[in-house]
């Protein structure tokens, strides 16, 4: 009978921000095969209903499950708060999204007792942060703010300059001198802009990564499952997308810094 712990891991995004979270995958589990499908014909999900981020992400759970995953990581904020539930009642193969192991983080490392939270309009408006928090730690104080305009600039290459300062100071300015233990950066394209959060925030705030999170929590559920690759195996990704636009290079090498990522572009009917 075939290893099953020899399988791939198969990550979704929206797009290529989820490439983040590819990023520490690689890092923390550096003997595993990692698939990663980037949505890039349909993205972005931050801004799109729950019905249809929920039918996207079972669309894309399929495809990844056609390459027999051992273990499937929702890399995408606004899919994870709006399909986990969704994704483990349809399917059986063990699931892990990013909300949970950036709540987690957060809760242990907030240094009071008041916690911010950012991410799309979609990840802020479902609430499933500040649950998470909650379940962990209901005295929690949970601040929530939606950054539409950080995914364009991140994308835009923008991410340490003046224009993409004051935007962070008109969203984040409030949330100055509320004693905030922890920032969760709840959106794959955050951990890019950490500097210029840091600057607005002021340098003393604990900033959450849930790519990072989620790249921890990923190797603890392999050990759990018992389908942690071995020491030897070969490692390594392939990566798919819905769209292989002009952009992608420059927009996937923002978030991995490799030279020539091995792309394939896949149709959406063949994901149905
Ligand atoms: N990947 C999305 C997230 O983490 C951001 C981009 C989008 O809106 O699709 O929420």
Same mark, same amino acid.
């Given at each position: 009978?075939?290893?099953?712990?020899?399988?791939?891991?198969?990550?979704?995004?929206?797009?290529?921000?989820? %490439?983040?979270? *590819?990023?520490?995958?690689?890092?923390?589990?550096?003997?595993?095969?990692?698939?990663? *499908?980037?949505?890039?014909?349909?993205?972005?999900? $931050?801004?799109?209903?729950? !019905? /249809?981020?929920?039918?996207?992400? %079972?669309?894309?759970?399929?495809?990844?499950?056609?390459?027999?995953?051992?273990?499937?990581?929702?890399?995408?904020?606004?899919?994870?708060?709006?399909?986990?539930?969704?994704?483990?009642?349809?399917?059986?193969?063990?699931?892990?999204?990013?909300? !949970?192991?950036?709540?987690?983080?957060?809760?242990?490392?907030?240094?009071?007792?008041?916690?911010?939270?950012?991410?799309?309009? $979609? /990840?802020?408006?479902?609430?499933?942060?500040?649950?998470?928090?909650?379940?962990?730690?209901?005295?929690?104080?949970?601040?929530?703010?939606?950054?539409?305009?950080?995914?364009?600039?991140?994308?835009?290459?923008?991410?340490?300059?003046?224009?993409?300062?004051?935007?962070?100071?008109?969203? @984040?300015?409030?949330?100055?001198?509320?004693?905030?233990?922890?920032?969760?950066?709840?959106? /794959?394209?955050?951990? *890019?802009?950490?500097?210029?959060?840091?600057?607005?925030?002021?340098?003393?705030?604990?900033?959450?990564?849930?790519?990072?999170?989620?790249?921890?929590?990923?190797?603890?559920?392999?050990?759990?499952? $018992?389908?942690?690759?071995?020491?030897?195996?070969? $490692?390594?990704?392939?990566?798919?997308?819905?769209?292989?636009?002009? !952009?992608?290079?420059?927009?996937?090498?923002?978030?991995?810094?490799?030279?020539? *990522?091995?792309?394939?572009?896949?149709? @959406?009917?063949?994901?149905?």
């Amino acid at each position: 009978m075939k290893d099953k712990s020899l399988s791939p891991i198969g990550v979704f995004d929206s797009g290529l921000g989820g %490439l983040t979270v *590819l990023a520490e995958l690689l890092k923390a589990l550096p003997n595993e095969k990692i698939i990663y *499908l980037g949505d890039t014909a349909r993205v972005p999900y $931050g801004n799109k209903s729950p !019905q /249809t981020v929920i039918r996207y992400s %079972l669309e894309n759970t399929r495809f990844l499950l056609n390459k027999s995953v051992k273990l499937l990581i929702v890399a995408c904020n606004t899919a994870s708060a709006f399909s986990i539930d969704a994704i483990r009642s349809a399917f059986s193969v063990p699931c892990i999204g990013v909300i !949970q192991p950036g709540a987690r983080a957060a809760v242990q490392k907030a240094f009071s007792s008041s916690v911010a939270v950012i991410g799309t309009s $979609g /990840t802020i408006h479902s609430r499933a942060y500040p649950e998470a928090i909650h379940r962990l730690n209901p005295d929690m104080m949970v601040f929530e703010k939606a950054c539409p305009l950080f995914v364009p600039l991140v994308e835009e290459g923008w991410v340490d300059n003046h224009v993409t300062e004051e935007v962070a100071r008109i969203y @984040l300015g409030h949330l100055t001198g509320k004693n905030i233990g922890a920032m969760i950066l709840g959106c /794959t394209h955050y951990p *890019l802009l950490k500097p210029v959060i840091s600057r607005v925030m002021g340098p003393d705030i604990m900033l959450i990564d849930s790519a990072e999170e989620t790249a921890y929590e990923a190797k603890n559920t392999l050990k759990d499952f $018992g389908l942690l690759a071995t020491n030897g195996a070969q $490692g390594g990704y392939q990566i798919f997308v819905t769209d292989l636009h002009g !952009q992608f290079s420059k927009v996937a090498g923002l978030f991995l810094k490799e030279h020539r *990522l091995p792309v394939e572009q896949v149709a @959406l009917d063949e994901m149905v």
